[in-house]
């Protein structure tokens, strides 16, 4: 059974989006108006030193290898990296330097934490962490008190030299004195998440996967669309990418497992591989019509699909279920017409905000970039 309107018509995304969104100036298709570099909303990455932000930043958006940042050097400004030309996610990352005193008057607070959707804070697992949690505790504070709207995600790093009781203990163990730490100077409200990281695993894609999903107001929308899909098609499990980062920007409902999203990150690198090699676009990239299929021994079959330039959807499945291959394709298709229709919508809204001379301003919610058209992107 293929999914039809009136399931698609459930999506009523028009009003949920928040006024005053534009797009990515590196999409030509579309007529938004450029954000300005400073204008774009921002993912702040702080810690102490040799925490690993910059190391995060460049295996995350670089595909730099993990080995390769052993010896980078120690950052001594703000570095500010715009990742929205080659990703679906519009933003810009910037690397704190860990000795940065946030009383200095050259430090900007109102300019940095303002525009900013989520503040990263990196606490190194294999060192003594109790001079990073006072830390901690004053970029939150100062942070909350400009903007209290910004996500606060603690990246508990480096977690690959510990052994799994020391993991969850250490976690604990944060998570405690984090807390206690805020309820003491009075701010109980605020929340923080834990996310246990390296950058010798999956688990830093997967962290950074969350801190994103935050930021998009589409997602429910986007779940939903994915739930449909995998309960019509028998598929088990989806992933929307962000192919260029190996983000995902989501996934249906079920919980996710470690090693199925591992899995789904290995093809979409062996996919990449293959098309830069035999691929018919310079680039080597995927083109709209692009699709790999990759048969496990466990039964189980890896489907990959191109959404648009930047996206595509991975999921995983029974081989038996895979025999009915035509209505995977046939579903997925209505799910890209929908997808196509949510990113429209988003589109008419900014371009009405235009018209009344209310020009587009970044906001936290400004993440996805918009890829004009879903056709004009296949060759
Ligand atoms: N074992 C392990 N080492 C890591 C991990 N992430 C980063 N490192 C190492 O930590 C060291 C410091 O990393 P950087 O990325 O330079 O740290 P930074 O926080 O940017 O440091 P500053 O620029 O001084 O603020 C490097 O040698 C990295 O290889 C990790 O997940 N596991």
Known sequence: MSYGDDENGGFAVAGSFPKGFGYGPDDTETEQPADSPE???????MGLRRSGKSSIQKVVFHKVSPNETLFLESTNKIVKDDISNSSFVQFQVWDIPGQIDFFDPT????????????????????????????????????????????????????????????????????????????????METVHLSFHLTSIYDHSIFEAFSKVVQKLIPQLPTLENLLNILISNSGIEKAFLFDVMSKIYIATDSSPVDMQCYELCCDMIDVVMDMSSIYGARDDGA??????SIIKLNTNNVLYMREVNRHLALVCILREDSFDRQGLIDYNFMCFKKAIQQVFDVRKQVASTNNSDGRAAMATSHNLLHHNGSVEGAAS
């Open 39 to 45: 204008d774009k909303p921002r993912i702040l990455l």
């Open 286 to 291: 995927f083109d709209g019509n692009s699709s």
């Open 107 to 186: 430090f900007d607070s109102d300019m940095i934490f303002g525009g900013c959707g989520a503040l990263i804070f990196v606490i190194d697992a294999q060192d003594d962490y109790i001079e990073a949690l006072a830390r901690l505790q004053m970029a939150v504070t100062r942070a909350y008190k400009i903007n209290p709207n910004i996500k606060f995600e603690v990246f508990i790093h480096k977690v690959d030299g510990l052994s799994d009781d020391n993991k969850i203990e250490t976690q604990r163990d944060i998570h405690q004195r984090s807390t206690d730490d805020l309820a003491e100077a009075g």
